[in-house]
C-alpha cells in the first residue's frame, strides 16, 4: 500500500478541474452565446462561382439594410453590420418584449481576376446578395494551345 500524505489543495484542483471543463462544454454548446466575444452573432453565408462572377449570399433576418457596410480593403471583401431587433406583444393581460441584437462580421478574400470597382449588393427577406463580376481578361480561355513551328 502507497502512503501519501494528505494535501486538501488537491481536492479543490479537481473540483476547479471539473467545473472548468463543465462551462467550456456549456460554452460550445449550439446557441449559446458568450458576451465577450467580439461578435455576436455570425450570420450563415452561401457562395458560388458562377461564369461572369463569384457570388456571396448572406443570411441577415431583421437586419435593415441601413445597418450593413460593405468594404474593399487590401483585396478582402468585408460585409459588416448591427441586429437591432425588438418585438413586443401587447394584450389584455399580457406583455412581452424580446430583443436581439449584436454585431457581425464575415471576411472574404478575392481572387486577382475580381472587379473590385464593379461590386454590388442587393438585400431582400432577409438575405444579402453581394456579386462581384470578374475581369473581362478572366473569360478568356484559360487554356492557351501553342503551336510548334
Do not use: C, W
Not at 462551462?23 to 460550445?28: G, W
Not at 449550439?30 to 457570388?55: K, L
Not at 441584437?101 to 461590386?119: M, Q, V, Y
Amino acid at each position: 500500500m502507497l502512503v501519501t500524505r494528505y494535501n486538501p489543495n488537491n481536492q479543490m484542483k479537481d473540483f476547479r478541474r471539473g467545473f472548468d471543463l463543465l462551462n467550456s462544454m456549456l460554452d460550445n454548446m449550439g446557441g449559446v452565446q458568450t458576451t465577450t466575444a467580439q461578435y455576436d452573432f455570425i450570420p450563415t453565408v452561401n457562395t458560388r462561382e458562377g461564369e461572369y462572377a463569384y457570388h456571396i449570399e448572406v443570411d441577415l433576418p431583421g437586419v435593415k439594410k441601413e445597418d450593413i457596410s460593405i468594404e474593399v480593403v487590401d483585396g478582402t471583401l468585408v460585409i459588416s453590420g448591427e441586429r437591432k431587433e425588438k418585438k413586443e406583444i401587447k394584450k389584455d393581460n399580457y406583455y412581452k418584449t424580446e430583443s436581439s441584437f449584436g454585431k457581425f462580421s464575415r471576411s472574404f478574400s478575392l481572387p486577382e481576376e475580381a472587379d473590385i470597382e464593379n461590386i454590388h449588393a442587393e438585400s431582400a427577406d432577409g438575405v444579402l446578395e453581394v456579386v462581384v463580376p470578374k475581369l473581362e481578361s478572366a473569360k478568356i480561355d484559360k487554356v492557351k494551345k501553342v503551336e510548334i513551328k
